[in-house]
C-alpha cells in the first residue's frame, strides 16, 4: 500500500514540474518575441496598440520660407504631422532647383524614408526615371505627375484655371488698357497660368495690350525687379507676378515707382505684402500636401499610382482669393464669381495650354471624383 502511494506521489510531482516548465518556457517565448523572431520598438509598440514610425522626407524646388508655394507645402507636411504623430520628418532639402540636384535628392531621401515628397511640377520626369528602384518607397508629387505608371507614386496636379480668373480681374481694373504677366521658372504651371492669363484679357477686351515676362527663376528679386520696372515703364496699370520670393522684386519696383499698382500674388494668402494686392492665385500646397500624407497614412489614396487634378471645382484646393479691399468692391467680387461659376459650368472654356493633359493611367478630378482609366497601367 505505501509503495503505491509514494508512486502516486512521484507522478504527481513529475506532473506538476512538467507544468512548471511549460509555463517558463511561455514566458521566455513572450520575451523573446515568439518563435524566435526579434521585434523592433515601433513594431512591438504598434501590437501593443501604437502606431509604426513612417519617415517622411521633402525636396523642395525653393526654400520652405518663400511665404509662397514652397512655405505652403512644408506647411502641410507639418500639418500633417501633428494630425498623425506616427509620421517623423527626417529632412527637408531646400533649393532643389535642377534636374540633378532634384534627382540627388530623391535618391538620397529614398534611402532612408518611407515617403519621398518632391514639391514642384519638374519632380514628375524625376520620379518616372528614380520611383521603380525603390518599390518600397512611396512618392509624393506636388504640382507635378509621371508620364509613366508608377504604383507607388501619387501626385496632385493644378490645372492653373486661377491664372484665368486674374485675367478676367484685370481686364476690370486697368485703365490704362496695358497689363503684365511675371513669370518664374518656364515650367508648365508658370505656362498655363500666363496662357489662361492672356486668353480672360482678350476675352474681355482685345484691344488690351499684354505684355510677358518669364524670368527663369521663381525667387530671384532683382530680375523680377527689373521686369516689373519695364513693365511699368511701357505703362502697365495691373500685373500679375506669378513668383515666390521674387514677388518682393515686384512690389519694390511699384513702391520705387511711386505708382501702387493692383497686383496678384501667388499660393499663400497675405493681403499685407503689399498695399494693393487685388488678391492671391492659390494652388493650396498646403491642403495638397497635407491630404496626400493623410490619404497614404490612413490607406484612403485609391487606386494605386492616382493622379489627382485640380481645378476650381474644390476651393479649399484652388481658388483666387480677393483681399478685404476687392472683396468688398461689389463689380470686382461679382466677377470673380461669375468667372468661376462659368469654368466650373463649361460656359467658360480654357484655351489651348492652360489644362494639364490626362495620362493614360488612373487618375481622379478632384480627390473625390470618379477614377478615369481604371485599372488601366498606360
Not at 223 to 229: E, I, M, V
Not at 283 to 304: I, M, R
Not at 332 to 352: C, E, F, R
Not at 359 to 374: C, D, I, K, L, T
Request: charged share 15%; proline share 5%; glycine share 10%.
Amino acid at each position: 500500500m505505501k509503495e503505491r502511494l509514494d508512486a502516486r506521489a512521484r507522478r504527481r510531482w513529475r506532473l506538476s514540474a512538467m507544468a512548471t516548465c511549460v509555463v517558463a518556457l511561455a514566458l521566455v517565448v513572450a520575451a523573446c518575441g515568439g518563435g524566435g523572431s526579434s521585434t523592433n520598438s515601433s513594431t512591438a509598440g504598434a501590437a501593443a496598440g501604437g502606431k509604426k514610425t513612417i519617415k517622411v522626407g521633402v525636396a523642395l524646388i525653393g526654400p520652405k520660407n518663400d511665404k509662397s508655394f514652397n512655405q505652403a507645402a512644408y506647411e502641410g507636411v507639418q500639418k500633417a504631422i501633428a494630425q498623425y504623430p506616427q509620421l517623423k520628418l527626417t529632412s527637408v532639402l531646400e533649393n532643389r532647383a535642377t534636374n540633378q540636384q532634384q534627382t540627388d535628392a530623391v535618391n538620397t531621401l529614398a534611402s532612408i524614408d518611407d515617403i519621398v515628397v518632391g514639391v514642384s511640377a519638374t519632380f514628375g520626369p524625376v520620379f518616372d526615371a528614380t520611383a521603380d528602384k525603390y518599390p518600397n518607397v512611396t512618392f509624393l508629387t506636388i504640382a507635378g505627375y509621371p508620364q509613366k505608371y508608377h504604383k507607388n507614386v501619387f501626385s496632385l496636379v493644378f490645372d492653373r484655371t486661377a491664372g484665368y480668373q486674374a485675367g478676367a480681374l484685370a481686364a476690370a481694373l486697368t485703365k490704362k488698357k496695358i497689363v503684365g504677366f511675371v513669370g518664374g521658372a518656364e515650367i508648365p504651371p508658370t505656362i498655363q497660368a500666363m496662357n489662361g492669363f492672356v486668353a480672360a484679357v482678350h476675352r474681355a477686351d482685345p484691344s488690351i495690350k499684354t505684355l510677358k515676362n518669364v524670368i527663369g527663376d521663381f525667387n530671384d528679386v532683382p530680375k523680377a525687379l527689373a521686369a516689373t520696372k519695364a513693365m511699368l515703364t511701357d505703362g502697365a496699370d495691373v500685373i500679375m507676378p506669378y513668383l515666390d520670393a521674387g514677388i518682393v522684386g515686384s512690389y519694390q519696383a511699384a513702391r520705387s515707382s511711386g505708382n501702387l499698382i493692383p497686383m496678384f500674388k501667388l499660393d499663400v494668402f497675405d493681403c499685407s505684402q503689399y498695399s494693393n494686392i487685388i488678391g492671391a492665385d492659390i494652388g493650396d500646397n498646403t491642403v495638397a500636401t497635407f491630404k496626400l500624407l493623410q490619404g497614404v497614412v490612413t490607406h484612403s489614396l485609391q487606386p494605386a499610382g492616382v493622379t489627382i487634378f485640380a481645378g476650381l471645382q474644390d476651393p479649399s484646393l484652388q481658388r483666387l482669393q480677393l483681399c478685404p479691399k476687392y472683396a468688398q468692391n461689389k463689380k470686382i467680387a461679382d466677377l470673380n464669381k461669375a468667372t468661376v461659376d462659368g469654368i466650373n459650368s463649361g460656359k467658360i472654356k480654357m484655351p489651348p495650354g492652360v489644362l494639364n493633359p490626362r495620362p493614360n493611367y488612373p487618375y481622379r478630378e478632384g480627390f473625390s471624383g470618379p477614377v478615369q482609366n481604371a485599372g488601366s497601367t498606360g
